[in-house]
């Protein structure tokens, strides 16, 4: 009878420090943001193309966020422009932004005709998404699941000819 007493002593006692660890990592502070700002033409060949993709990162917390790195995969319309995984390092500080560059190396051959149709109106908005995973954390990794969308107006990105 003491042994079992005891052994559900230890139980309780054992249940009760996970639960209290477990709090430890509990996070009610709200998760950061990423966006792509920009997509930069780097160079363009008929099978290859080179862009820069520049993103933003929002720290909504009260400390530094560490960016390990992001998986990403960008999509115009229904053409996937690029996909692949930074390992990118950058720290944020409290309630600021941080910038990056990613450069991304795609073949849009197969996809010309569609990017040629979303381009013949270079002031309709063509709708984007971003899907991926920021890695975040130093000690502990907490990724976070990026899920966005929106449009962008490829006119805006178009640099004026000078006559």
């Known amino acids: 009878m003491v042994i079992r007493l005891r ?12 639960s209290g660890c477990a ?16 997509v930069e033409l780097v160079r363009a060949k008929l099978l290859e193309q080179k862009f820069k993709l520049h993103f933003r ?3 909504r917390s009260d400390s530094d966020l560490t960016v390990r790195g992001l998986i990403y995969r960008i999509s ?3 053409v996937k422009l690029a996909e692949g995984e930074s390992n990118e390092w950058l720290t944020v500080p409290p309630h600021s932004r941080g910038f990056f560059k990613v450069s991304v190396r795609t073949n849009l051959w197969p996809q010309v005709r569609k990017i040629a149709d979303l381009l013949k109106k270079p002031q309709r908005p063509i709708p984007y998404r971003l899907e991926g995973e920021l890695k975040t954390g130093l000690f502990i990794g907490n990724d976070v699941q990026v899920m966005r969308s929106g449009e962008i107006i490829p006119g805006d990105f178009i640099p004026e000819r000078h006559r």
């Open 7 to 18: 052994a559900h002593s230890l139980l309780l006692a054992w249940t009760l420090t996970l």
């Open 23 to 38: 709090s430890w990592f509990a996070d009610d502070t709200p998760p950061p943001q990423i966006h792509l700002v920009n």
């Open 57 to 59: 990162v929002d720290n």
């Open 76 to 78: 115009l319309a229904d």
